[in-house]
């Protein structure tokens, strides 16, 4: 009966009812799809750092991360390789080699991080081959001059051109002065600066060659089925592994300002979110308190009938929980059309994503909305349980009216 009442007590002003519905399914439906961009943009910048130079995961020689001298490389990765083999949920192992060096031309000198890859394993896992805007991607190394990739930055910067020559300089195993001459196969252009600009890509036969490491390598980079199992295989690795000889780091160890960069994010999400439910309260507040005092001689006949208190706070709080279903209904559908419509054809964000990255990630053109349930459900149970707050203040209001005074008031 109280609900029956309660919805026909919403329904005697509709402007007003409809304005706070309109307010809250706004509310509502904006925050599903702004949660949803937020994923998808998240999501794009983590998969482009992993897809790019991280990985997943990443095992090294104990120290080798913190001192990166070829001393602590893995010297015996079959042994490493054996041990990966058992651990669930990973898809992909690729081996690498990594050195610091110099990178020179008849112009000029900058330092690079090179890095020695299997190609047709980097293939399967990693993104350098669909960057490429000039030449091809790395394949058979034969030959006395090694083929090698540069960043467009740094083709830029050497003023290098396909088929150039290049020399490049490092510290080999044996403490020694290394240097070895390439020629430029290709020249690629992911959009992260640090990586552009700052990575130079060789075969991984070439590489132990030019350093001098025999079948020694720096690092094994590992890839999950699901990137959500990345912390869980990281906590395996870590059983698994002989913690004197190897360490293990996720993405989020090896590039923690992309983490902070996400949790800040959602920090802000959540604080704009803070502020919009607010607003919403308000209106909630405004448009029961209204009812309330218009209904005043009502709620006094109520009261003098004998119609308990608690009768009349469970009353007007189906009110409330009437216009909270209503908004979940139409801000829940507004939202998660929106969503799925975008994560089908995506955004065009062209016009601002030109150069931005994030360290070792960077944005594409188009970005995708990524609908979580978590997200949908979180939006939808805080704007249920605000507008339910927001109706108890006018509920004991009107519980508390005096008989005597309600009945005459005009």
């Not at 034969?142 to 830029?156: C, E, P, R, W």
């Not at 195993?173 to 992911?190: E, H, P, Q, W």
């Not at 913690?243 to 590039?255: F, I, N, R, V």
Request: overall charge positive; aromatic content about 8%.
């Amino acid at each position: 009966m109280l609900l029956k009442i309660a919805w026909r007590n919403v329904w005697r002003n509709k402007r007003r009812s409809l304005l706070t519905l309109a307010a809250s399914s706004f509310g509502l439906g904006l925050f599903i799809f702004l949660f949803a961009f937020s994923d998808g943009m998240h999501e794009q910048l983590i998969a482009n750092a992993t897809r790019t130079s991280l990985g997943h995961l990443q095992v090294y020689g104990r120290g080798y991360r913190a001192d990166p001298v070829l001393e602590r490389a893995i010297a015996k990765p079959a042994e490493l390789r054996a041990a990966l083999a058992g651990v669930r949920g990973l898809s992909l192992v690729l081996p690498r080699v990594e050195s610091y060096g110099l990178a020179s031309s008849a112009s000029n000198s900058v330092g690079v991080m090179v890095v020695g890859v299997d190609p047709a394993l980097e293939k399967r896992a990693t993104r350098i081959s669909n960057t490429m805007v000039k030449g091809l991607y790395l394949g058979r190394d034969s030959g006395t001059v090694g083929q090698i990739l540069i960043g467009k930055a740094l083709a830029k910067r050497l003023k290098l051109e396909l088929g150039d020559k290049m020399v490049l300089l490092s510290q080999a195993a044996d403490g020694s002065m290394a240097n070895a001459l390439f020629r430029v196969r290709g020249i690629y252009k992911t959009g992260a600066e640090a990586v552009d600009l700052g990575t130079a890509f060789i075969t991984l036969g070439r590489a132990k060659e030019f350093l001098g490491l025999g079948q020694g390598l720096t690092s094994m980079l590992l890839f999950a089925g699901d990137l959500g199992e990345v912390d869980r295989i990281k906590g395996e690795l870590g059983l698994r592994l002989e913690p004197k000889a190897y360490e293990a780091l996720s993405w989020k160890d090896l590039d923690p300002s992309l983490l902070q960069t996400t949790e800040l994010d959602d920090a802000i999400n959540h604080v704009i979110l803070l502020v919009v439910f607010m607003i919403v309260a308000l209106g909630i507040v405004n448009t029961l308190l209204m009812s309330v005092f218009e209904r005043t001689r009502e709620f006094g006949v109520l009261l003098a009938m004998g119609m308990e208190p608690k009768s009349v706070v469970a009353m007007v709080s189906f009110e409330a929980a009437i216009l909270a279903s209503l908004s979940l209904a139409v801000g829940t559908s507004v939202g998660v059309i929106l969503a799925l419509h975008f994560g089908r054809h995506g955004i065009d964000l062209s016009r601002w994503t030109e150069g931005v990255s994030v360290s070792t990630a960077f944005l594409e053109p188009i970005l995708y909305p990524k609908l979580r349930a978590y997200s949908v459900l979180k939006s939808c149970l805080s704007v249920f349980l605000v507008t339910i707050v927001s109706g108890l203040y006018p509920a004991f209001k009107a519980s508390r009216l005096s008989p005597v005074k309600a009945l005459r008031h005009s």
